[in-house]
């Protein structure tokens, strides 16, 4: 068991540009979770999959931010147009469903927007 | 809509010293509670959870925390805390088993030694 990883753990872009982030959760984990988390503050719900269903989204969320789990496995968060707001800790979770439900949380991705 | 509530920003305590920490939440249906704490550079960890029978649960490290229901708190104690204990603490809620998770802002604990 390797926990869960993600990818880049920084990232340095200027505003405009897109970003693309990737979470590695633990094998066969069927449920992960994208929060975000600003310098004082506790993380914020964004989205998650139970496998390749995307069930619940923020509803302050907005529209430049994509998520996608595919094959059910590996995820992909996706801001596009980066703003210097965007700036924040992307953290990515993942969970057992029908076991001590437990949310295991991986290193995160530091993200500026310049 | 749902909110934690964490009231001490910042603790500091010298080693020994007991440690209790605030979190209030304001929804009134069935809630399952946690404790996570982020030791300096590392990923969040699960430090103890509710989600039935006993309110007084105990969690990894010594720490315990107590629901009471009444009053919308999750309180986390340790009676006497270490240098090693220096990190942040967050209490979070769900509503479902396997739901999102609401985070409170946290409260950093700095212990002396």
């Known amino acids: 068991d390797t926990g869960v990883s993600q990818d880049p753990r920084h990232k340095i872009t200027k505003r405009g540009q897109n970003v693309t982030f990737r979470c590695d959760p633990i094998?066969?984990?069927?449920?992960l979770y994208w929060y975000r988390q600003t310098l004082g503050q506790g993380p914020e719900f964004l989205t998650y999959?139970?496998?390749?269903?995307?069930?619940?989204k923020s509803r302050l969320l907005s529209d430049r931010f994509s998520a996608e789990r595919p094959k059910g496995s590996f995820s992909t968060l996706e801001i596009q147009r980066t703003e210097q707001g965007d700036s924040a800790m992307y953290l990515c979770?993942?969970?057992?469903?029908?076991?001590?439900?437990?949310?295991?949380f991986g290193p995160g991705t530091r993200l500026t927007v310049t | 809509a749902q909110s934690v509530s964490q009231h001490n920003h910042h603790v500091i305590l010298s080693e020994a010293a007991s440690l209790e920490l605030g979190c209030n939440y304001s929804?009134?249906?069935?809630?399952?509670l946690f404790w996570y704490v982020q030791y300096p550079g590392q990923h969040l960890q699960l430090l103890l959870k509710?989600?039935?029978?006993?309110?007084l649960v105990k969690g990894i490290k010594g720490f315990e925390a107590e629901f009471i229901k009444s009053k919308f708190s999750f309180n986390l104690r340790k009676p006497s805390v270490q240098w090693s204990d220096t990190a942040e603490y967050f209490c979070?809620?769900?509503?479902?088993?396997?739901?999102?998770?609401?985070f409170g802002q946290g409260t950093e604990l700095s212990v002396k030694p």
């Open positions: 979770a993942s969970l057992q469903g029908g076991s001590l439900y437990e949310q295991y």
């Open positions: 094998s066969e984990h069927n449920r």
């Open positions: 999959f139970q496998n390749e269903a995307q069930l619940e």
């Open positions: 929804y009134g249906g069935t809630v399952n």
């Open positions: 509710y989600f039935s029978g006993d309110p």
């Open positions: 979070a809620v769900n509503r479902n088993q396997g739901g999102k998770l609401i």
